[in-house]
């Protein structure tokens, strides 16, 4: 006769029994955040403002158009951050509105310094022209 091997629910078993099963160990930090919808008018508003601020001094009357998307962009990418929390993004529009206000008031400074200094050119310029006159007169008798 062919020996059986003892099964393993009865007493006499030969094998020792398996150790308790060891807890999982977890990463440690805080759990995932849900993956939040991104809002691309925030997005959009907030590097309308970051290249209203950079060409306001280089190119200004790119400047006014930027600063002005930047703010229309803003606007919209609030409300849809407010209509619907998940979209979220308000805080980037609110950025991209500051950045768009802050560009646009130094391409304003820009602009009119600019037309301060060539109002200037043109009167003392005309000024010049006047003195030159007056002393062509002068020198012919």
């Given at each position: 006769m062919t020996e059986q091997p003892p099964s393993p629910d009865s007493p006499q078993s030969p094998q020792s029994p398996e150790p308790p099963?060891?807890?999982q160990a977890h990463a440690a930090g805080p759990p995932p955040i849900a993956n939040q919808g991104s809002n691309g008018m925030a997005i959009a508003a907030l590097v309308m403002g970051i290249l209203t601020i950079v060409f306001f001094f280089l190119f200004f009357p790119l400047s006014f158009i930027l600063g002005i998307l930047?703010?229309?962009?803003g606007f919209i990418a609030r409300g849809r951050a407010r209509e619907n929390p998940s979209v979220g993004g308000g805080g980037m529009a609110l950025a991209g509105i500051i950045t768009s206000i802050i560009g646009l008031l130094l391409a304003l400074i820009v602009s009119v310094v600019i037309g301060l200094l060539l109002g200037a050119a043109v009167?003392?310029?005309d000024e010049l022209y006047e003195l030159e006159r007056q002393l062509e007169g002068i020198q012919q008798p």
């Open positions: 099963a060891r807890p930047g703010i229309i962009f009167s003392s310029s």
